[in-house]
């Protein structure tokens, strides 16, 4: 039976409105767009108190910065989509450019920030936002399912035999088109959030076994492919979404527990081996006779002991694999309140590894948690969406969740291990690091998430 209900009045909200229901009304504020505004005019002056060239590059910014933050606002506002969303990724997007500013000034990284290749990673994002309206659809497909798989397929094999590595550390994540470097693994996290709608689509209904056997597959084509490219920072995040994807959309059951522990502890398993293997292989490494399959499987076994052994110890090796480490533990001694007033600029890869390091090295700790903050934010709020979209269309609760997820578990993965908490990835910070291709995915999840925080109203109306 089809129930017709009129919208109601944000500001009058009746006894018999459900609770989820008041609690969203009241994110729907425009004062958040004000917020984010001041907060961006803010920034330009503590700019100011550290670097002159930073704050008047930010300035010249400050005028398209706040006009674009007002036009987004309003359409969310009038959209009655997540303000406290919008909020939190405005405070991170404009505390990025400031500290890229900043460190351009202080670390003199390779090149220079550059805001052309923001606005362009921006207005990408736009588009990809305008067309998913559409492009959801095709999810509905149960082809969809087996096109990510190709897709994903197709670019590990483009990178095997196409990619470099612009950093020198064998990892062949890159390919160079038209002077623009693209790191293609980013995109196979896209095709990863894809293929999982597509999997728990609301329009038809898979069994258990072709859920557990279809993600498998997908999952062993990433473990293959950053296997064979040597990128493995990017699959922990795919392993990740395939353990959690799994756990909170298939169905309880007894085979789903197993599977889960299974796959966890074979990972677990090969991580433990890698070591024995790297002890193994080091003296025919050190005579110079690796060869054959032992000289394939040493990169690897290599790459994760030594990311282990520096996590244990930075001392180990503190000229090589823990030079990094070392440096950003120097820099967060000397961070504080209000950063170092030495200007120590010593972090290696400040703009994109260690910007969560830098930022606390430059502007203190205090800006730091408020960075954290905000990044546990979008996961609260994606979460929450995510369960309220749930009910209705699964489809649309299995996207939310993954991109709040991927951007809320790569931002804690690579803060906690560019601070020697966990063994480091190597990965960009959403939005406090610079990077083309990884921001264009920044910005493509975030209108996700507002894009579909919007509809829930839509949908009651209609119904």
Same mark, same amino acid.
């Given at each position: 039976?089809?129930?017709?209900?009129?919208?109601?009045?944000?500001?009058?909200?009746?006894?018999?409105?459900?609770?989820?229901?008041?609690?969203?009304?009241?994110?729907?504020?425009?004062?958040?767009?004000?917020?984010?505004?001041?907060?961006?005019?803010?920034?330009?002056?503590?700019?100011?108190?550290?670097?002159?060239?930073?704050?008047?590059?930010?300035?010249?910014?400050?005028?398209?910065?706040?006009?674009?933050?007002?036009?987004? +606002?309003?359409?969310?506002?009038?959209?009655?989509?997540?303000?406290?969303?919008?909020?939190?990724?405005?405070?991170?997007?404009?505390?990025?450019? #400031?500290?890229?500013?900043?460190?351009?000034?202080?670390?003199?990284?390779?090149?220079?920030?550059?805001?052309?290749?923001?606005?362009?990673?921006?207005?990408?994002?736009?588009?990809?936002?305008?067309?998913?309206?559409?492009?959801?659809?095709?999810?509905?497909?149960?082809?969809?399912?087996?096109?990510?798989?190709?897709?994903?397929?197709?670019?590990?094999?483009?990178?095997?035999?196409?990619?470099?590595?612009?950093?020198?550390?064998?990892?062949?994540?890159?390919?160079?088109?038209?002077? =623009?470097?693209?790191?293609?693994?980013?995109?196979?996290?896209?095709?990863?959030?894809?293929?999982?709608?597509?999997?728990?689509?609301?329009?038809?209904?898979?069994?258990?076994?072709?859920?557990?056997?279809?993600?498998?597959?997908?999952?062993?084509?990433?473990?293959? +492919?950053?296997?064979?490219?040597?990128?493995?920072?990017?699959?922990?995040?795919?392993?990740?979404?395939?353990?959690?994807?799994?756990?909170?959309?298939?169905?309880?059951?007894?085979?789903?527990?197993?599977?889960?522990?299974?796959?966890?502890?074979?990972?677990?398993?090969?991580?433990?081996?890698?070591?024995?293997?790297?002890?193994?292989?080091?003296?025919?490494?050190?005579? +110079?006779?690796?060869?054959?399959?032992?000289?394939?499987?040493?990169?690897?076994?290599?790459?994760?002991?030594?990311?282990?052994?520096?996590?244990?110890?930075?001392?180990?090796?503190?000229?090589?694999? %823990?030079?990094?480490?070392?440096?950003?533990?120097?820099?967060?001694?000397?961070?504080?309140?209000?950063?170092?007033?030495?200007? =120590?600029?010593?972090?290696?890869?400040?703009?994109?590894?260690?910007?969560?390091?830098?930022?606390?090295?430059?502007?203190? =700790?205090?800006?730091?948690?408020?960075?954290?903050?905000?990044?546990?934010?979008?996961?609260?709020?994606?979460?929450?969406?995510?369960?309220?979209?749930?009910?209705?269309?699964?489809?649309?609760?299995?996207?939310?969740?993954?991109?709040?997820?991927?951007?809320?578990?790569? %931002?804690?993965?690579?803060?906690?291990?560019?601070?020697?908490?966990?063994?480091?990835?190597?990965?960009?910070?959403?939005?406090?690091?610079?990077? =083309?291709?990884?921001?264009?995915?920044?910005?493509?999840?975030? #209108?996700?998430?507002?894009?579909?925080?919007?509809?829930?109203?839509?949908?009651?109306?209609?119904?």
């Amino acid at each position: 039976m089809t129930n017709h209900r009129k919208k109601q009045d944000t500001t009058d909200v009746s006894l018999s409105q459900p609770e989820e229901d008041v609690i969203y009304v009241e994110d729907k504020s425009d004062r958040f767009i004000g917020h984010v505004m001041l907060f961006e005019i803010l920034m330009a002056g503590l700019l100011a108190l550290k670097s002159g060239t930073a704050a008047l590059h930010y300035v010249i910014t400050l005028v398209p910065m706040l006009i674009i933050t007002g036009i987004i +606002g309003n359409i969310c506002y009038q959209k009655s989509a997540d303000m406290k969303l919008f909020s939190a990724c405005g405070y991170l997007a404009s505390l990025g450019i #400031g500290l890229q500013f900043l460190i351009d000034e202080v670390y003199a990284p390779a090149d220079t920030f550059n805001v052309i290749k923001y606005l362009i990673a921006l207005l990408l994002a736009v588009l990809f936002i305008v067309f998913y309206k559409y492009f959801r659809k095709i999810l509905t497909q149960r082809s969809t399912v087996y096109i990510m798989m190709g897709v994903s397929a197709a670019i590990y094999l483009f990178l095997i035999f196409a990619g470099y590595d612009p950093n020198g550390y064998g990892t062949n994540a890159w390919v160079s088109i038209g002077g =623009f470097t693209i790191q293609l693994t980013d995109f196979t996290k896209v095709s990863a959030l894809l293929f999982y709608a597509s999997l728990f689509s609301s329009s038809f209904r898979n069994d258990e076994d072709k859920i557990l056997s279809l993600s498998t597959i997908f999952f062993l084509i990433n473990l293959g +492919g950053s296997v064979l490219i040597h990128e493995l920072g990017s699959f922990l995040i795919l392993f990740i979404l395939h353990m959690s994807m799994l756990l909170i959309f298939l169905k309880h059951s007894r085979r789903k527990r197993i599977y889960l522990i299974s796959i966890f502890t074979i990972c677990f398993t090969a991580v433990a081996l890698s070591f024995l293997l790297y002890k193994l292989l080091l003296p025919s490494y050190q005579a +110079g006779t690796l060869s054959g399959i032992k000289a394939f499987l040493w990169p690897f076994a290599r790459k994760i002991y030594e990311r282990f052994s520096v996590t244990a110890n930075l001392y180990n090796d503190p000229y090589g694999a %823990g030079y990094q480490m070392l440096q950003g533990k120097k820099a967060l001694w000397m961070g504080g309140l209000f950063g170092n007033t030495v200007n =120590f600029n010593a972090i290696p890869v400040a703009e994109s590894d260690m910007a969560f390091v830098a930022l606390i090295c430059t502007m203190g =700790f205090p800006l730091a948690f408020f960075a954290l903050i905000q990044l546990t934010r979008i996961a609260i709020r994606g979460g929450e969406l995510a369960n309220k979209l749930l009910k209705k269309t699964p489809q649309d609760a299995v996207v939310v969740f993954g991109a709040a997820a991927m951007l809320f578990m790569q %931002g804690a993965i690579v803060i906690l291990g560019s601070c020697n908490i966990i063994p480091f990835t190597g990965l960009p910070i959403p939005f406090l690091s610079r990077g =083309f291709t990884y921001q264009t995915i920044v910005f493509c999840f975030t #209108g996700i998430l507002l894009h579909l925080s919007q509809e829930k109203e839509e949908d009651e109306d209609v119904q």
